[in-house]
């Protein structure tokens, strides 16, 4: 039986105080706990920003890699060896700037990847520039006569990108966060969570008390999360009222892993390696012959 | 009357099978029991242009294709009037008398132009146009007095996948051509004999043998994105796949590539990137990840030239400079640049196993001339017996079920190795990071910490130098010039020592060297000590393995040939060199 103190960690977390990363991490291990996944049973792939740091500040296996590209090192990881959970943890600079294209690769693969995009609609660890999901008009060290570009809509794009299991949470509702991160460790293809998190320190209007009168659970709706464009919809629902929950779910699409010939034996990593056989060695010089 | 010694091309447009019938015809030569050397010459583009194909032939092994041209297949009018010039007094010039050729076209010294319709010929027999290379290649069979059967067995094997009909078409296109060819013989001085008593051989590129090498080493995680000619690695092991159970990723680009390669690295696949030189480009933070994370990956890049686009389809050695130092920071790395097919097979498994045992990335340099080059090789030339998979200090799962004290993935070692755990066990549960780290993978910014984490990577290339060979030596011991090369220009730089020395012994020897980081330093002092002058032969415009060389010996080269135009060595070229060696 696994619990959350399994996960505990000599590091302590550098996060500003009231940082939403605290919710992430909490709802992590939540999950974990829940799901009774041990420690070695997971592979945590992360990026570069203040929520990256995620392995570190508990006892998981983890791969802090590069800014933008934690997705195809998880992919990679996930061919080597799907006998093992594989999550993604990143923000939104890393997931939705730099790794756009990783995620829209990663969704239409369905390849089996829960990917946690931690997205404060800034960029906290280079201090407070705007991110791909900042509002049009935030003034920032790199906008300072305000942001032109339109943000990007990562559930939309996911969605239509063909991802299977596509949910939205936020910091400021722990249980709920934990429940999703669950669902989508139980889902077997990609898995977006994007979570809503304020960043009190370089992004005071979107802070706790912008988020809070304005979230609603899709749970409590009668949305039907297999209505592809039922969820596309609400996924551009942004403004007085904003949606968190499960947008889109389905498990009748075939993960990427499942389909791959070389993998038909088993995880690639559990197979012994060895030399070629004779015979298979007369079979590859008789190609060429 | 020359017999076994000779060049054929075969040129015509893209899409007109140049480069199958090239490929075909070197098999058939090599059934046959001659050795060959085939080369294909090609634009980047998919239809039109000029493309033509160099068949060379012999009854001793070739290493490089040559500059004359005996037998010319002209399947285009532009054929005949960019190789014309090439051909050889008493060769020929077969051309498609279907084709509007200008009379004046028609005239060179001693050579003879034959036209017969080959476009005529390949729609009787074959009912397609399409097969008027067959025809060519027939009529080739024909004029030279090579047996038809070895050139049948080809057909029959190439073309059986499209079906019975086509078989026998090109059998009989084939069969036309021949006929027709046999009525020229007599006036034809180049002939090609069959050995009858000769062993079979391999007929294959660079790529084939370093892909045959690595799949042997263990190479079953392969990540890409296409670019020539690094994508024939790729194509080939795609293509062994699913019957070797190699994980084949066609990634968004090559950043994903490399980072997909690192994630299978990291979960303990032997995984491999193939690219070109654009490619590692993009892959150059993924490098640095390798190095600072210590995961085991091996690079292979076939290089062609820059920068940017350059020619895609065309040949250089551009970017062993770069690749020694591409990355922010420092880690050690390997860097090694087969020259012989036979190196390229070695390279192959050696690769991972230095991966494994260093944690760190191994860079593999081919190029286009050796990954598209075809030549024959002996059947035990490639020894798979000798192959091992050495996964180096990779803890086993009774290792780690002996674990009592918390595993530290990053130790401080003597050797600058720290013994590998694959994540999944639970005694191991540790972070990698790109960040610096202490011992347990945590991020430090502590001066000890990081001067420690530093001196132990770098403390690998101590190891990793007693791995390197030296350059070999190739011809006389002591010769008035030794020249130095690397990667694939030994092939027509070997001939080129061969025909200088013939002429005067003791002209020429050369240094050839495939292991080039960790540089072998006291191997190649001794070596250049006893030289007299030393001249650099290289593909690329600045002479970067004479910068290498002066820089870890401080000795300079007395001159330099460099050939940065696009094409190949020839040996003609080198030895030409008087005429182009600069200082």
Same mark, same amino acid.
């Not at chain 1, 969605?159 to 709920?176: K, Q, S």
């Not at chain 2, 391999?202 to 994508?231: E, H, I, K, Q, W």
């Not at chain 2, 020694?324 to 196993?353: C, D, I, K, M």
């Given at each position: 039986?696994?619990?959350? +103190? ?48 995620? #392995? ?72 407070? +520039? ?5 509002? #049009? ?122 389909? !791959? ?27 060429? !012959? | ?45 998919? *239809?039109?242009?000029?493309?033509? &194909? ?57 050579? @003879? ?38 050139? @049948? ?10 079906? @019975? ?45 370093? /892909?045959?090498?690595?799949? /042997? ?7 890409? %994105? ?17 019957? %070797? ?101 070695? $390279? ?26 075809? *030549? ?5 030339? &490639? ?18 079920? $002996? ?5 530290? *993935? ?31 993978? $945590? ?8 001067? /420690? ?20 030596? %190739?011809?006389?011991?002591? =010769? ?52 007299? @002058? ?11 393995? =004479? ?7 401080? *000795? ?28």
């Amino acid at each position: 039986m696994v619990t959350r +103190q399994d996960f505990k960690s000599p590091e302590l977390p550098t996060w500003c105080k009231g940082c939403g990363n605290y919710g992430v991490l909490n709802a992590i291990k939540m999950a974990l706990a829940e799901q009774d996944i041990a420690p070695q049973q997971i592979v945590i792939f992360t990026g570069i920003g203040c929520g990256s740091k995620v #392995p570190h500040y508990m006892k998981v296996n983890g791969f802090h890699g590069l800014h933008g590209r934690p997705l195809p090192v998880a992919a990679g990881a996930r061919l080597a060896n799907h006998g093992i959970k594989i999550m993604t943890v990143h923000g939104d600079g890393d997931g939705y700037g730099m790794g756009l294209g990783h995620f829209a690769h990663a969704a239409r693969r369905n390849i089996g990847i829960v990917d946690v995009v931690q997205n404060n609609r800034v960029y906290g660890l280079t201090r407070g +520039q705007y991110s791909p999901t900042s509002d #049009p008009g935030m003034r920032t060290p790199t906008s300072p006569e305000g942001a032109i570009d339109r943000p990007v809509p990562p559930l939309a794009l996911a969605i239509t990108m063909g991802a299977t299991f596509v949910a939205r949470g936020y910091a400021g509702e722990l249980r709920h966060l934990a429940w999703l991160i669950g669902q989508a460790l139980q889902h077997t293809g990609y898995a977006l969570v994007d979570v809503l998190q304020p960043c009190v320190t370089f992004n005071r209007p979107s802070a706790y008390d912008f988020y809070n009168p304005r979230v609603y659970r899709l749970e409590e709706t009668d949305h039907d999360m297999t209505d592809k464009s039922a969820a596309w919809k609400r996924a551009l629902e942004w403004g007085d009222r904003i949606p968190i929950g499960i947008f889109y779910r389905v498990e009748d699409v075939p993960t990427y892993e499942e389909q !791959v010939p070389a993998l038909k034996a088993g995880p690639l990593v559990k197979r012994p390696l060895v030399k070629l056989r004779p015979e298979q060695v007369e079979e590859l010089r008789a190609e060429v !012959v | 009357m020359t017999t076994n010694e000779m060049t054929i091309r075969v040129g015509g447009e893209a899409g007109h099978g140049v480069e199958s019938s090239g490929g075909g015809f070197c098999k058939a030569l090599a059934r046959g029991g001659l050795h060959v050397f085939g080369l294909p010459d090609y634009y980047s583009r998919i *239809r039109g242009g000029h493309n033509f &194909f160099s068949i060379r032939a012999s009854e001793r092994p070739l290493y490089s294709h040559a500059e004359p041209v005996h037998l010319l297949l002209a399947l285009t009018e532009e054929t005949i009037t960019r190789h014309r010039d090439e051909i050889v007094e008493g060769g020929a010039i077969v051309y498609d008398s279907n084709l509007k050729v200008s009379p004046e076209e028609l005239v060179g010294d001693g050579i @003879q132009f034959i036209g017969i319709p080959m476009s005529d010929m390949a729609k009787e027999t074959a009912g397609t146009v399409l097969a008027r290379n067959t025809v060519a290649l027939g009529f080739a069979s024909g004029v030279t007095g090579f047996d038809l059967d070895p050139l @049948q067995s080809v057909i029959r094997d190439n073309f059986a996948r499209k079906g @019975q009909a086509v078989v026998d078409g090109n059998l009989a296109a084939v069969e036309a051509g021949y006929q027709e060819g046999k009525k020229h013989a007599a006036d034809f001085p180049f002939k090609l004999k069959r050995i009858p008593d000769a062993p079979p051989r391999m007929v294959l590129n660079g790529t084939d043998a370093f /892909a045959m090498g690595a799949l /042997a080493g263990g190479c079953r995680f392969v990540a890409g %994105y296409p670019m020539t000619p690094g994508s024939l690695a790729l194509h080939w092991m795609a293509a062994h796949s699913e019957r %070797y159970g190699v994980v084949i990723k066609h990634a968004e680009d090559e950043i994903a590539a490399i980072n997909m390669a690192i994630g299978a690295a990291h979960m303990g696949a032997r995984a491999l990137v193939p690219t070109s030189g654009g490619g590692f480009s993009l892959m150059v933070e993924g490098l640095g990840l390798a190095g600072i994370t210590e995961t085991p990956v091996v690079i292979y890049n076939a290089q062609r030239p820059g920068p940017a686009t350059g020619l895609p389809t065309r040949n250089e050695q551009g970017d062993l400079l770069f690749m020694l130092h591409a990355s922010q920071g420092e880690f050690p790395r390997f860097l090694l640049a087969p020259g012989t097919y036979e190196e390229a097979f070695v $390279a192959g498994w050696r690769a991972f196993n230095l991966a494994d045992k260093y944690q760190t990335p191994v860079l593999v340099l081919s190029d286009h001339y050796m990954a598209v080059a075809i *030549r024959t090789v002996e059947m035990d030339a &490639f020894d798979f017996d000798a192959v091992e998979i050495d996964r180096g200090e990779l803890l086993s799962e009774a290792d780690l079920d $002996a674990l009592s004290d918390s595993y530290l *993935r990053f130790r401080v070692t003597e050797s600058g190795v720290s013994p590998r755990a694959l994540p999944g066990h639970p005694r191991a549960v540790y972070v990698s990071t790109s960040n610096e780290h202490d011992e347990r993978g $945590a991020i430090t910014e502590d001066p000890e910490l990081r001067a /420690a984490q530093v001196d132990k990577r770098m403390r690998k290339m101590i190891g990793m130098a007693e791995e390197m060979s030296a350059p070999s030596l %190739y011809g006389p011991p002591v =010769a008035e010039t030794t020249f130095v090369s690397w990667g694939s220009t030994y092939g027509p730089l070997r001939e080129a020592v061969d025909r200088l020395n013939a002429r005067v012994a003791g002209r020429a020897n050369f240094l050839h060297f495939a292991d080039l980081w960790p540089f072998p330093t006291e191997a190649v002092n001794e070596a250049l000590d006893s030289a007299r @002058q030393v001249v650099a032969v290289e593909v690329n415009a600045t002479a970067q393995l =004479a910068t290498l060389i002066r820089a870890n010996t401080g *000795r300079s080269v007395d001159g330099r040939i460099l050939r940065y135009d696009g094409r190949s060595f020839t040996p003609e070229y080198i030895m030409s060199w008087e005429l182009r060696v600069t200082r």
